[in-house]
């Protein structure tokens, strides 16, 4: 795929994304929550026998989830349950492998790899960007596609036709994230003999967003599905600024690296529910279906 047509296909899966679905509140209200329900899948014995003993003896899946990420993962306004895309999928695939899925929740973005490595969850769905320099450290199964752009207040959009208007300014990214990178990267590209763009860093997505409420940063660089959302939420607050949407990418089910036989399953899981449908029909759910794969396939991020 060239550049060109990839930019071109992150458009169309951002104008897509603010006309159906609307990110990153801390709060959703529950009209913000799609209701309708998705069938659930059944077991398939040959998966399930493809899943490490240990985990078929305990018959459980350990998984971990940064939240507040909507729509990925996030409770609403009221409390109760987590719910998301990545929280429906998850959901399918344990139905799939035959096990429950025990789903605990951090605040910090950059707790999560390191939980995997340390054995301290089996598995991570929670919008994760398959990097090659995060597959020295880790495996992905890769089920999702997004891409970055900067957001804005919408009375600050107009004066940020592209990246090198931010040349000089402060902008937020999540800790721990690929963000930092691109930033620094698209600094040296774009700002040449200018002042350099800054990078603030913070925690929740609400923290990013009130950055940028207080004037604290000009813009927060966001995947494209919860920058969609958060215009949604709050429409005539935000928009996209700073070009088009740029770094498509695949989020993936991180897994340990030297547990091949889980990864397997897993991949093996979510091929069966892009098979069966169920997969699709839980992207619909959500308005995302322009971020769907047509196979899940190991290591694929570059």
Known sequence: MSDKTARGLLAAALLALTAACGGQ????????????????????????????????????LANLVQSPNAPMEYTEASGGPLIGVDIDLVQALGAVLGVEIRTSVVNDFTQLIPSVQTKRTDIVMSAVKD?????????????????????TTAAQAPSFKSVA???????????????????EKLSAENCAGRQPIETLGAVSAAEQLMQVRQGRAVANLTGLEPQAYQMKVEPGVW?????????????????????????KAVQAGLNELIKTGVYQKILAKWNLSAAAVDEATINGGK
Do not use: W
Not at 25 to 52: D, F, G, K, R
Not at 165 to 183: E, P, R
């Open 131 to 151: 990097l090659k320099e995060r597959q020295a450290s880790v495996g992905f199964v890769d089920y999702f596609v997004t891409g970055d752009q900067f957001i």
């Open 239 to 263: 928009a996209p600024t700073a070009g088009e949407p740029m770094n498509r990418a695949l989020y993936g089910v991180v897994f340990a690296k030297d547990d091949e036989q889980l990864g």
């Open 165 to 183: 208007d931010l040349c000089g300014k402060t902008v937020v990214a999540a800790n721990g994230t690929s963000y930092f990178s691109v930033i």
């Open 25 to 60: 509140a801390e709060a959703p209200t529950a009209a913000t929550a799609p209701t309708q329900s998705v069938p659930v899948p059944s077991v398939n014995p040959e998966i399930h026998a493809m899943l490490p003993k240990e985990i078929r003896d305990r018959g459980y």
